[in-house]
């Protein structure tokens, strides 16, 4: 799976990319109430424009990707100096309030993760197989700490397509992942999208206590 991400990118096969903030981010972020100044993971981030959005909202940005090509256009395409240093065996690029972490997000633990308080995910859970999905719901609920909040847009295909990535995961399945570590709400059922054969959703995350 990782090698087939990274032959995408490397031969430019990134139809996934939007070319402006995601929509469902900017209509339901604010509602979170996720404070100015919180620092927002983002895993398998590409080159998303949605972490620049959350940087304008004035939150620090971590974003964890495999594909050093994503890393280098996300940089080059935008403004301001651009820092690199080695951290915990990963190569980390800063450019303004936007810190992009190359490696696997998986190898990637609570120690790095001290100041995180929110997270977003739109092309993390989508772009993993069954089998690993799990896996990401219970590293990811190892990463943030009690209360923190987070925004997740999943991907439902046409009945009967099993394409992917990104793969279809269904309102039940969503659920079922996140609900042991989180309390989760749908907020939007999108409506399927012309020519492109699947709909979107948008549920907010907010990670459990011990005790609940």
């Known amino acids: 799976m990782a090698n087939e991400w990274l032959e995408r990118w ?4 990134i139809g996934f990319h939007r070319d402006r903030p995601h ?6 972020w604010p509602a979170l109430g996720v404070r100015p100044g919180t ?7 590409g080159k998303s424009l949605d972490m620049r959005w959350l940087a304008g909202q004035a939150h620090p940005v971590l974003g964890i990707e495999l594909a050093p090509e994503a890393i280098e256009q996300f940089m080059a ?10 951290q915990a065996g990963f190569q980390v690029c800063r450019q303004g309030s936007v810190e992009l972490w190359c490696g696997d997000f998986f190898h990637f633990h609570i120690e790095q993760a001290a100041e995180i308080g929110a997270f977003y995910d739109r092309a993390s859970l989508i772009a993993l197989p069954p089998a690993t999905r799990q896996r990401y719901a219970f590293h990811l609920a190892q990463l943030v700490p009690p209360g923190s909040r987070g925004l997740l847009i999943s991907l439902e295909r046409e009945p009967g397509d ?4 990104p793969f279809s995961v269904l309102p039940d399945e969503v659920r079922d992942l996140f609900t ?6 749908l907020l939007e059922q999108g409506e399927p999208e012309p020519g492109r054969g699947f709909r979107e959703s948008a549920w907010a995350l907010v990670r459990r206590g011990p005790l609940e």
């Open 10 to 13: 490397r031969e430019g096969r």
């Open 39 to 45: 620092k927002v993971l983002v895993p398998l981030c």
């Open 77 to 86: 395409e935008g403004e301001g100096v651009t820092t690199r240093y080695p």
């Open 162 to 165: 099993e394409g992917g990535p």
């Open 23 to 28: 929509p469902m981010l900017v209509n339901h």
């Open 180 to 185: 042991p570590n989180f309390q989760v709400t």
